[in-house]
């Protein structure tokens, strides 16, 4: 009886080290996939950080060229100012033009 009882114990000793080294097995396959997790949450938040950064480059040149759409308006506004001006500015040497032929013509009939 001794003896069966000892091969019991050794048979359950047997067992609880087969346990162990499952166990140890899993512990050291949750820490791997706890590095990995760590670490891969680390690339999210860097990706995440980029995407932040394109998107604030995004609305700087978004900013940038709705002002030159606005600088480019302010010009052809004064480009179609001077293009008004410059009609007025012929108009009115058109007139002078007439009127001094007029004078011309005037002075032209006085003889001294």
Known sequence: MTELSVQEIDQISSVINGVNEIVSTIAAAVEE?????????????????????????????????????????????????????SRQVKSSAENLNGMARTLNSIVSKFKV
């Open 33 to 85: 996939q706890s590095s990995a997790t760590t670490e891969i949450s680390s690339n999210i938040n860097q990706v995440s950080a980029g995407i932040q950064e394109v998107n604030e480059n995004i609305s700087q040149s978004s900013s940038v060229a709705r002002e030159i759409t606005q600088n480019i308006t302010q010009v052809n506004d004064a480009a179609s100012e001077i293009s008004n001006g």
